[in-house]
């Protein structure tokens, strides 16, 4: 089973957060900027005129909603990254969300904001 993590392993972990956050809202900004640019000349910079359903746009609006999937991709991650750093500040950073228990390091290092044990994430996906 795995252990609880140290103080200055949540330190390096917060690091990471903190690096990732910054890059997602980068990305966020300039993917936004890209989606709107097109076909939206009177944009307010407001997301919700964008039609979301790949049946509400034609071919040629394609690399537009693709890039509208991967906004709502990052936004995700980036939500899961902030709920991650709200976790450290509250000291529970490192465990499972589902089973209280310590999320395992090799988990933690490919997903630092999983909020989940690999086995509640397993069991969550097959719940659907
Ligand atoms: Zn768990």
Not at 66 to 87: C, H, K, M, P, S
């Given at each position: 089973?795995?252990s609880?993590?140290k103080?200055?392993?949540?330190?390096?972990?917060?690091?990471?957060l903190?690096?990732?956050?910054?890059r997602?809202?980068?990305?966020l900004?300039?993917?936004?900027?890209?989606?709107?640019?097109?076909?939206?000349?009177?944009?307010?910079?407001?997301?919700?005129n964008?039609?979301?359903?790949?049946?509400?746009?034609?071919t040629e609006n394609?690399?537009?909603?693709?890039?509208?999937?991967?906004?709502?991709?990052?936004?995700?991650?980036?939500?899961?990254?902030?709920?991650?750093?709200d976790?450290?500040?509250?000291?529970?950073?490192?465990?499972?969300q589902?089973?209280?228990?310590?999320?395992?390091?090799?988990?933690?290092?490919?997903?630092?904001?999983?909020?989940?044990?690999?086995?509640?994430?397993r069991?969550?996906?097959?719940?659907?």
């Amino acid at each position: 089973m795995a252990s609880v993590l140290k103080s200055d392993e949540v330190e390096s972990f917060r690091q990471v957060l903190v690096d990732l956050r910054a890059r997602l809202r980068g990305d966020l900004d300039q993917m936004t900027d890209e989606a709107l640019r097109r076909d939206q000349p009177d944009s307010s910079g407001n997301l919700s005129n964008v039609p979301l359903h790949m049946a509400d746009v034609g071919t040629e609006n394609y690399d537009q909603e693709f890039t509208l999937g991967l906004i709502e991709n990052e936004q995700g991650t980036l939500e899961q990254v902030y709920e991650a750093l709200d976790r450290i500040n509250a000291g529970t950073f490192g465990r499972c969300q589902e089973c209280d228990e310590p999320i395992a390091r090799p988990r933690l290092q490919a997903l630092p904001y999983t909020r989940h044990c690999i086995q509640c994430a397993r069991e969550l996906e097959s719940r659907g």
